[in-house]
């Protein structure tokens, strides 16, 4: 089984900043596509960034320039640096990551059990 925990959420002024962590454990052969994901009160969840294996990265339109997006393949996790945070960044921002177990061929998409972000002006 594989678990992802995240830590780091909490609340900020508007023009903070913030980091995220995500830390993956259990029977991890490799992990493929990283990622963070948002979801506010009544939308759906979004893309928020993604970075592969190789440190390739992609970026929401919305939180270009403002956030990155760093990965340690050697540790398994990825952070979400966010800097001029805005009340809009404000959601529930969970983890998510293509994982290939230890004897499986095929990978899985696992979540995180999601950490708050409130942006406040």
């Known amino acids: 089984q594989v678990q992802l925990v995240e830590s780091g959420g909490g609340l900020v002024q508007a023009g903070g900043s913030l980091t995220l962590s995500c830390a993956a454990s259990g029977s991890i052969a490799r992990i493929n596509l990283m990622g963070w994901y948002r979801q506010a009160p009544g939308k759906q969840r979004e893309l928020v960034a993604t970075?592969?294996?190789?440190?390739?990265?992609n970026y929401a339109d919305s939180v270009k320039g403002r956030f990155t997006i760093p990965r340690d393949n050697a540790k398994n996790t990825v952070h979400v640096e966010m800097n001029s945070l805005k009340p809009e960044d404000t959601a529930v921002y969970y983890c998510?990551?293509?994982?290939?177990?230890?004897?499986?061929?095929?990978?899985?998409?696992?979540w995180g059990q999601g950490t708050q972000v409130t942006v406040s002006l």
């Open positions: 998510n990551a293509e994982v290939q177990q230890i004897g499986k061929s095929y990978t899985l998409k696992y």
């Open positions: 970075i592969s294996s190789g440190g390739s990265t």
